[in-house]
T-cell receptor, first 115, second 115 residues
Framework: DGGITQSPKYLFRKEGQNVTLSCEQN?????MYWYRQDPGQGLRLIYY???????QKGDIAEGYSVSREKKESFPLTVTSAQKNPTAFYLC??????????????FGSGTRLTVV | AQSVAQPEDQVNVAEGNPLTVKCTYS??????LFWYVQYPNRGLQFLLK??????LVKGSYGFEAEFNKSQTSFHLKKPSALVSDSALYFC?????????????FGKGTRLSVIA
């Protein structure tokens, strides 16, 4: 079945450590997105990419980095510069052709906790 | 700039009663509008969308939404609520002619259906 796979489901990070969240899709979607979800704050856009080897910052990109070396993959690295990384992270994708018609397909999320 | 407001953090309704979850938006020009639902520790699932045409949009699980251009609203409704409808609901918007700009999400409304 086509879809988006996020891994791991749960991730624990020590202070000062970088961690990478995986997002893979087999939907042949062009655009991919990373959102951060905190209670009461909804979804906030971290980064997005519309084509391979290109990406744009969202509203809260500081302390995060991404890469888009393959169409199917859009990993997110949470760096030590992100001072409050504990959150639920969601990856999404959409085809660019008539994107409004399709909306987004979401992964199941990764819950990151600083220990 | 695009924005979405969900004025209620929490909506409580008795099973079998009608439910409404409110959403207002702000975009330049005509909007694409979406409703998504999220169950605990899961990604967002698409419920319904409005692009053009009939102002009353029908979606999954018996939900519908009414687009009101003069009030810039897109309220989610269901004639008879089920306990299984209890979840977090998100409204999202982007402008019709905004190219491929990402969706903007509201902060979410938690729906609790009481048996």
């Amino acid at each position: 079945d086509g879809g988006i796979t996020q891994s791991p489901k749960y991730l624990f990070r020590k202070e000062g450590q970088n961690v990478t969240l995986s997002c893979e899709q087999n939907l042949n979607h062009d655009a991919m997105y990373w959102y951060r979800q905190d209670p009461g704050q909804g979804l906030r856009l971290i980064y997005y990419s519309q084509i391979v080897n290109d990406f744009q910052k969202g509203d809260i990109a500081e302390g995060y980095s991404v890469s888009r070396e393959k169409k199917e993959s859009f990993p997110l690295t949470v760096t030590s510069a992100q001072k409050n990384p504990t959150a639920f992270y969601l990856c999404a994708s959409t085809p660019l052709r008539r994107p409004g018609d399709y909306g987004y397909t979401f992964g199941s999320g990764t819950r990151l906790t600083v220990v | 700039a695009q924005s979405v407001a969900q004025p209620e953090d929490q909506v409580n309704v008795a099973e079998g009663n009608p439910l409404t979850v409110k959403c207002t938006y702000s975009v330049s020009g005509n909007p694409y509008l979406f409703w998504y639902v999220q169950y605990p520790n899961r990604g967002l699932q698409f419920l319904l969308k409005y692009i053009t045409g009939d102002n009353l949009v029908k979606g999954s699980y018996g939900f519908e939404a009414e687009f009101n251009k003069s009030q810039t609203s897109f309220h989610l409704k269901k004639p008879s609520a089920l306990v299984s409808d209890s979840a977090l609901y998100f409204c999202a918007v982007r402008a019709l002619n905004s190219g491929n700009t990402p969706l903007v999400f509201g902060k979410g409304t938690r729906l609790s259906v009481i048996a």
